[in-house]
């Protein structure tokens, strides 16, 4: 079981940045793909990053490629989501999600993760 605690939400102007940080416990952090879900009021959820367990390999959806970058600190256990030139359609729950199996890579089937509670994200026109 992993447990993830996510911070750094709020509301920002459109055009500014945000960085959410999810805190994981439970298993080692080094071995475990981590990523980032978010879902949008009236829209399906959407696999905005992921990035593997060793830190090789990122991925970046379509509709934040350039603006939002995925990172992780083994040494604090901890995976961030760098979010710059915000945009109102960017407005959604965001959830860190860890890999179930270790060593897996990332996917885009949220069975395949462990949840946060998620936090807030909202941004202003």
């Known amino acids: 079981q992993v447990q993830l605690v996510e911070s750094g939400g709020g509301l920002v102007q459109a055009g500014g940045s945000l960085r959410l940080s999810c805190a994981a416990s439970?298993?080692?952090?080094?071995?475990?793909?981590m990523g980032w879900f978010r879902r949008a009021p009236g829209k399906e959820r959407e696999f905005v990053a992921g990035?593997?367990?060793?830190?090789?390999?990122?991925f970046h959806a379509d509709s934040v490629k350039g603006r939002f970058t995925i990172s992780r600190d083994n040494a604090k256990n901890t995976v961030y989501l760098q979010m710059n030139s915000l945009k109102p359609e960017d407005t959604a729950v965001y959830s860190c999600v860890a890999a179930r199996r270790a060593y897996s890579d990332y996917t885009l089937v949220p069975n395949n993760y462990y949840w946060g509670q998620g936090t807030q994200v909202t941004v202003s026109s």
């Open positions: 439970g298993r080692t952090f080094s071995s475990t793909s």
């Open positions: 990035i593997s367990w060793n830190g090789i390999s990122t």
